[in-house]
């Protein structure tokens, strides 16, 4: 429960915040992103198979924004620099999120998501930010 209602007040505020971001969103590399939340992962010990489970989900959810479905300022940012923002949005916050569970990491949750029954509690807490983070990228950069 604690799990869901942080990511739901994260996900108002980043509404604000990714609208603000989306104006330097050009000098943004995908790949950059994708190193800058590989390390933030490791330095919150998910284990391989972890970092392989979460980074195959969000990179299937990124695959699916499509261009054509940006508006003016998403266009103007183009669609890899609106991914890597995604990335980074969730990489700068999950130690902050993870600080806050009072759950062993390892456990399981009721969490269900990409494929996966029962997300551990390192996993739920990565989803929830990153499905924040891709929502407010949506609400202020797509049509």
Known sequence: MRINVIC???????SFSSAAAAADCSALSIRTAKSEIKAALRAAN????????????ADGDLARLRWQDLNTRGQTCGIDPVRAHVLRCTAQRLPWLL?????????ATSVSAWGKNQLSVREAIFFGKF????????NALFR
Do not use: H
């Open 8 to 14: 739901i007040a994260t996900a108002i505020a980043l």
């Open 46 to 57: 998910f284990r391989g198979r972890e970092i392989s489970f979460v980074m195959a989900g």
């Open 99 to 107: 600080q806050q569970t009072t759950k062993p990491p390892d456990s």
């Open 131 to 138: 499905q924040g983070c891709l929502t407010a990228a949506k």
